[in-house]
């Protein structure tokens, strides 16, 4: 199975792609579905992916079998994609969908980006990976990294990390004096002063089981 | 010991420029905030420099809205000003004005009437080009905010000031300023040695700072973080001064002339201590009798 995100309609949304032949029995299908269960317990996108020649009335019903027991597990089967095994535009009610190359999965490189001057107001700084700052980070800056954030001097910006729905992402700031700082979406603006403990401190900033923000002050 | 340090670091500046040849340095005085000090500054910063002997050149930028020429006070003999040369109507031998005291200094008039879109990158490039071929310095006088204007006087300079006041507002529009030099001026484009920045702190008033009203010199920096080449005190003598159509460093015996007389020493490489930075302790008879 291979998780990506792909923009459909304007919203994102994550599916998994679940490639079956002509001997995919309904077994080894429901295992399958059971796995991806228990691995991520929020999906609910399906796509039916072909591996061989299949006789189109027996995949027709293959897929409905597929459908129903999709069902019982929450998961939707959203369309089928379109190789060189099917084609047509609707297969048991299910579109036949071309991707276009750009959004087939790719593995993502993961670059850590270092900066070694201040970063200024205004200015955004993306990266695809982790980012390191080894200077301040002024008001109305903006670090965003799909990665962690490491930011060794003064921190008075805006931090997102994790973008892209990275959990596990963390946030690292030599001195706490942050206007908002995020990860994986959730998000939080610092309006009322700190507690002494955090305010222009070394803390680590990261997303605890229950996706709340924690601030915890790092021992230096 | 952050005087001494930089001191030093300043000699070993000099020692390897007199090995080089001399081209001319394009400077922009710039903040982003508006009414900081700039066209005071640019005026008093120039003058300065064309009293140590450099040919200076000093250039308003600020075009619809010029009073550079007000302040060094040539306004009745603008003949032709910047965008006149620009389109063409007028050589830059015609436009330029020297200055009425001193005579390695040249002003570029900005226009009055015409548009901003006049002005781009290739023909602002054109004549600062040309001017750098006359002068050892060509003094950019920025307008306000981070427009069109502003964006021209600093897209071509090699080291820039950046005038700001001690409260928070100024302070982060000179960050904004700060993070524009770093990523849109030609050298950030072309990827070429970054741009030298230095810190003026104007209107200054040591009694404020102390009672925690204005930021302090140490408060900028840290905010900044780019070495501070002056500070000039608030006084009414730069009103006075503008009022006469001459730049304040004119002014010689004043706090804010000698405070300017420092800044273009401390840019030419000497070692000067702050003035002008500590609140005075009122004597006896200053407290019974009222006084400043």
Same mark, same amino acid.
């Given at each position: 199975?291979?998780?990506?995100?792909?923009?459909?309609?304007?919203?994102t949304f994550d599916y998994y792609?679940?490639?079956? @032949?002509?001997?995919?029995?309904?077994?080894?299908?429901?295992?399958?579905?059971?796995?991806?269960?228990?691995?991520?317990?929020?999906?609910?996108?399906?796509?039916?992916?072909?591996?061989?020649?299949?006789?189109?009335?027996?995949?027709?019903?293959?897929?409905?079998?597929?459908?129903?027991?999709?069902?019982?597990?929450?998961?939707?089967?959203?369309?089928?994609?379109?190789?060189?095994?099917?084609?047509?535009?609707?297969?048991?009610?299910?579109?036949?969908?071309?991707?276009?190359?750009?959004?087939?999965?790719?593995?993502?490189?993961?670059?850590?980006?270092?900066?070694?001057?201040?970063?200024?107001?205004?200015?955004?700084?993306?990266?695809?990976?982790?980012?390191?700052?080894?200077?301040?980070?002024?008001? @109305?800056?903006?670090?965003?990294?799909?990665?962690?954030?490491?930011?060794?001097?003064?921190?008075?910006?805006?931090?997102?990390?994790? @973008?892209?729905?990275?959990?596990?992402?963390?946030?690292?700031?030599?001195?706490? @004096?942050?206007?908002?700082?995020?990860?994986?979406?959730?998000?939080?603006?610092?309006?009322?002063?700190?507690?002494?403990?955090?305010?222009?401190?070394?803390?680590?900033?990261?997303?605890?089981?229950?996706?709340?923000?924690?601030?915890?002050?790092?021992?230096? | 010991?952050?005087?001494?340090?930089?001191?030093?670091?300043?000699?070993?500046?000099?020692?390897?420029?007199?090995?080089?040849?001399?081209? !001319?340095?394009?400077?922009?005085?710039?903040?982003?905030?508006?009414?900081?000090?700039?066209?005071?500054?640019?005026?008093?910063?120039?003058?300065?420099?064309?009293?140590?002997?450099?040919?200076? /050149?000093?250039?308003?930028?600020?075009?619809?809205?010029?009073?550079?020429?007000?302040?060094?006070?040539?306004?009745?003999?603008?003949?032709?000003?910047?965008?006149?040369?620009?389109c063409g109507e007028a050589t830059?031998?015609?436009?330029?004005?020297?200055?009425?005291?001193?005579?390695?200094?040249?002003?570029?008039?900005?226009?009055?009437?015409?548009?901003?879109?006049?002005?781009?990158?290739?023909?602002?490039?054109?004549?600062?080009?040309?001017?750098?071929?006359?002068?050892?310095?060509? /003094?950019?006088?920025?307008? !306000?905010?981070?427009?069109?204007?502003?964006?021209?006087?600093?897209?071509?300079?090699?080291?820039?000031?950046?005038?700001?006041?001690?409260?928070?507002?100024?302070?982060?529009?000179?960050?904004?300023?700060?993070?524009?030099?770093?990523?849109?001026?030609?050298r950030a484009v072309e990827g070429?040695?970054?741009?030298?920045?230095?810190?003026?702190?104007?209107?200054?008033?040591?009694?404020?700072?102390?009672?925690?009203?204005?930021?302090?010199?140490?408060?900028?920096?840290?905010?900044?973080?780019?070495?501070?080449?002056?500070?000039?005190?608030?006084?009414?003598?730069?009103?006075?001064?503008?009022?006469?159509?001459?730049?304040?460093?004119?002014?010689?015996?004043?706090?804010?002339?000698?405070?300017?007389?420092?800044?273009? !020493?401390?840019?030419?490489?000497?070692?000067?201590?702050?003035?002008?930075?500590?609140?005075?302790?009122?004597?006896?008879?200053?407290?019974?009798?009222?006084?400043?």
């Amino acid at each position: 199975m291979i998780a990506t995100s792909i923009k459909l309609n304007s919203a994102t949304f994550d599916y998994y792609i679940l490639r079956i @032949n002509s001997n995919s029995s309904l077994q080894e299908i429901q295992s399958k579905l059971i796995t991806l269960r228990e691995f991520d317990k929020t999906s609910r996108h399906l796509v039916i992916e072909c591996d061989s020649q299949l006789d189109l009335t027996s995949f027709s019903q293959q897929i409905q079998q597929i459908d129903a027991l999709a069902m019982q597990y929450g998961l939707e089967i959203n369309f089928i994609l379109a190789n060189q095994f099917t084609r047509g535009g609707i297969i048991a009610g299910k579109p036949v969908i071309d991707l276009p190359s750009t959004l087939k999965p790719q593995v993502i490189l993961n670059q850590t980006l270092l900066i070694d001057e201040p970063v200024r107001s205004g200015i955004m700084v993306k990266n695809d990976g982790d980012v390191i700052v080894t200077s301040l980070v002024s008001h @109305n800056a903006e670090i965003i990294a799909t990665g962690n954030i490491h930011i060794y001097g003064d921190c008075r910006g805006r931090v997102i990390a994790g @973008n892209g729905g990275n959990k596990k992402a963390k946030i690292f700031i030599g001195r706490f @004096n942050a206007e908002l700082i995020s990860i994986a979406g959730v998000y939080r603006v610092i309006e009322d002063k700190l507690p002494d403990s955090l305010h222009n401190k070394a803390v680590q900033i990261f997303l605890d089981d229950k996706e709340r923000l924690n601030i915890m002050p790092l021992a230096i | 010991m952050k005087q001494k340090i930089r001191g030093q670091m300043q000699l070993k500046h000099t020692i390897v420029g007199a090995n080089m040849a001399k081209e !001319a340095k394009v400077i922009v005085v710039t903040s982003g905030k508006g009414g900081v000090g700039k066209t005071t500054t640019s005026a008093s910063f120039a003058t300065g420099l064309a009293n140590r002997g450099f040919k200076t /050149v000093v250039i308003d930028f600020d075009i619809g809205l010029r009073n550079l020429d007000l302040i060094m006070g040539c306004e009745r003999r603008v003949v032709y000003d910047f965008v006149n040369v620009i389109c063409g109507e007028a050589t830059l031998h015609q436009a330029l004005i020297k200055d009425k005291n001193c005579d390695n200094l040249y002003i570029l008039a900005a226009s009055q009437t015409k548009d901003k879109d006049a002005l781009s990158e290739e023909n602002v490039g054109r004549i600062i080009a040309e001017l750098k071929k006359t002068f050892d310095y060509v /003094v950019c006088d920025s307008p !306000a905010g981070i427009e069109k204007g502003a964006f021209m006087a600093l897209y071509f300079a090699d080291e820039a000031l950046i005038v700001t006041n001690p409260e928070v507002s100024s302070v982060r529009d000179s960050d904004r300023i700060l993070g524009i030099l770093a990523s849109k001026s030609q050298r950030a484009v072309e990827g070429r040695e970054k741009i030298k920045e230095h810190m003026i702190i104007t209107r200054y008033n040591p009694e404020r700072v102390e009672s925690g009203e204005m930021l302090s010199i140490e408060d900028i920096q840290d905010i900044l973080r780019i070495p501070v080449l002056g500070v000039t005190p608030e006084s009414q003598d730069v009103l006075q001064a503008s009022n006469t159509g001459t730049p304040v460093i004119n002014l010689v015996g004043t706090n804010v002339a000698e405070a300017y007389a420092d800044i273009v !020493a401390r840019f030419l490489g000497e070692d000067k201590p702050m003035r002008f930075t500590v609140a005075e302790k009122k004597g006896f008879l200053k407290r019974m009798f009222g006084g400043k």
